[in-house]
């Protein structure tokens, strides 16, 4: 049974989706959607306003419609940190990386594929999106097995691969080779391989931005939500052989990055070491986290982003879950049986969460 109204002429397919979304709980701790959890220092933030304030006067006229400074100071950030040579013409940025995602399904999109569990924005955006979605799977320790991938691709022939790496939600990492096996899969199959880097910052390994040179068919989809603490502003940006950003030009609405957006986030990009600084931070506290759970007993999944996922308290996750919020601390359940994910948040988040978790489990 639907709950939709019959005079509602929804298709079909939308009629038994929810709208994706974590909740929002007004509690004291929240380690649920993987920000950054330590706000923009002052300086950042005066550079911010000072740049909108040269804007502000111009906003009764729309916005530069290709954001080309803002592309090209992406472009300058990514070769600074994987020693590539791309231009504004290998950049496209939009409100945040799920717009990037949505417009690659509605340029691309006729048979997508991902290997699951990953970041379920991928199949719902294929969804709305009216493009046909193929379920792979990974491990059961959430790694991605290539050999079986590439047999999966061959067998459905999608035009589109999706590969999260860091994985959300698990934080798994795939190997820069092992990507570029995918990569050749692909080709055989003239399917574009999209790999979503929303992670990138926080993970020691070499970004797949550095294959796209020799793959024309590789995408990298990169975010300023996470590692750069800028979630509120909505940017994300794609990577990408010039002629991939020229086709994303055919589905983007007009002027769709507003002038106060693209103000803000040159504003960001031109301090990003500043706003990196406490990535390092971060990792260092993703390491102690994972120590902190491994010491109460629990599992925790090898993570190379700003999360970890964990399992093996004998409560269900949902009993975990509602508990830890009654404690004022809310994390995600991520729909795997037995899991949950904390995302690592300030010295002081972490130790509320380890403590509220132990009286969690200790209790029954
Ligand atoms: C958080 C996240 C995104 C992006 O979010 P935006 O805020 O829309 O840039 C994209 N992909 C994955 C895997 C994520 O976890």
Sequence with gaps: MSKWSSWLPLRQELRELSPYGAPQLDVSVRLNTNENPYSLSPEVCAE???????VVTNLNRYPDRDALTLRGELAN?????SETDFTFTNIWAANGSNEILQSIFLAFGEKAM?????????????????????????????????????????????????????????GTAIEISDLQLLADECKKIGALLIIDEAYAEFASRESAVTLIAK?????????????????????????????????????????????????????????????LSDVAKLKVARSEMASALILM??????????????????????????????????????????YLRVTIGTAAENAKFLLALQEVLANG
């Design 114 to 170: 991902g290997f699951l569990p990953s970041y379920s924005m991928h199949p719902l955006i294929a969804k709305t999106a009216k493009c046909e979605w193929v379920a792979g799977s990974r491990e059961p320790n959430f790694s991605l097995d290539i050999v079986k991938a590439s047999l999966a691709i061959a067998d459905a022939k999608p035009n589109l691969v999706f590969v999260t790496t860091p994985n959300n939600p698990t």
């Design 215 to 275: 793959n024309s068919h590789v995408l990298v989809v990169r975010t300023m939500s996470k590692a750069f603490a800028f979630a509120g502003v909505r940017v994300g940006y794609l990577v990408a052989n010039s002629e991939v950003i020229d086709a994303l030009l055919l589905v983007r609405l007009p002027y769709h990055l507003g002038s106060l957006t693209q103000a803000a986030a040159s504003a960001a990009i031109s301090m990003s070491d500043r706003l």
């Design 48 to 54: 911010i306003i000072n740049r909108i304030k040269d």
């Design 297 to 338: 007993g629990l599992n925790v999944v090898n993570s190379d982003a700003n999360f970890i996922a964990f399992s093996g308290f004998s409560k269900s996750e949902k009993e975990v879950w509602a508990a830890l919020v009654q404690s004022g601390i809310l994390v995600r359940d991520i729909g795997i049986p037995g």
């Design 77 to 81: 950030y990514i070769n600074m940190q």
